[in-house]
């Protein structure tokens, strides 16, 4: 599991983090899911070069922890979390980008390389958020325990391990998590696995496969100067 899954753990998120333009469901999440539902990816951005060039710069940077070309995005109000001031300077306090083990390379690849949709709460005007998993999350199920997978195509196997039994065949869809991280059954194998139901089986996925909507959530703004990153936090924030 990655640091930011065990630190958000249990999150019960207000009813406006989980709406989205989309969705007019009104009821409230009760319990995490336990059928397998389809939750097909969304781009909203694809369609403006702005945007795509824009992006594809920024994974460059990150990929090359070119600092100066990521802080120089990084909006001057930037929102650092509910009980954390605004600013670049918190936002460096916070993610510690000068640290070899600094999460905020990671987790900006991860949340950059699947789709961004555009997205509202009452404490966030209307930008555009990648990935597309919180958004569009269905209010009708309860993020806590449950996650989306991002592949287009991803083995369930028996067991940890890329030669383990293969049980079926998923895709994009959102489905029960039992265990967010599971070390390969073989020790010299960096391979980690996310534990989960789906076809009333229990198996394991790569977990670069699978996202939790509690995960971090980039979102941008188009400027007279260009895009700038205004929030980079995780749900509960």
């Known amino acids: 599991m990655k640091a930011v899954r065990l630190q958000i753990g249990c999150v019960l998120l207000p009813a406006a983090l989980l709406a989205s333009p989309g969705h007019a469901q009104t009821e409230t999440p009760t319990s995490p899911q336990t059928k397998e539902i389809s939750f097909v990816p969304l781009d909203e951005g694809a369609g403006d070069s702005s945007w795509t060039r824009f992006r594809d710069r920024l994974l460059e940077a990150v990929q090359q922890r070119d600092l100066k070309f990521v802080l120089g995005v990084v909006d001057r109000n930037v929102r650092n979390g509910i009980e954390r001031p605004n600013g670049i300077d918190e936002f460096k306090r916070q993610w510690d980008p000068d640290a070899e083990d600094s999460p905020l390379w990671r987790e900006l690849t991860r949340a950059l390389h699947l789709g ?6 009452e404490r966030m005007p209307r930008s555009l958020c990648a990935p597309y998993v919180l958004p569009q999350w269905p209010k009708t199920v309860d ?27 998923l895709s994009y869809s959102i489905v029960r998590v039992t265990d967010w991280e599971v070390a ?37 703004r188009k400027s007279d100067t260009g895009w700038r990153l205004t929030s980079f936090l995780a749900a509960g924030e």
Do not use: M
């Open 184 to 220: 390969d059954s073989d020790a010299a194998v960096r391979q980690k696995w996310v534990k989960i139901s789906a076809r009333d089986r229990d198996g394991y996925i790569p977990e670069e496969h699978i996202r939790s909507p509690l995960e971090h959530l980039a979102c941008f």
């Open 143 to 169: 993020p806590n325990g449950s996650g989306a997978i991002t592949a287009r195509e991803t083995a369930l196997r028996a067991g940890p391990s890329g030669g383990a039994e293969i049980l079926a065949s």
């Open 116 to 121: 961004a949709v555009y997205y509202r709460h």
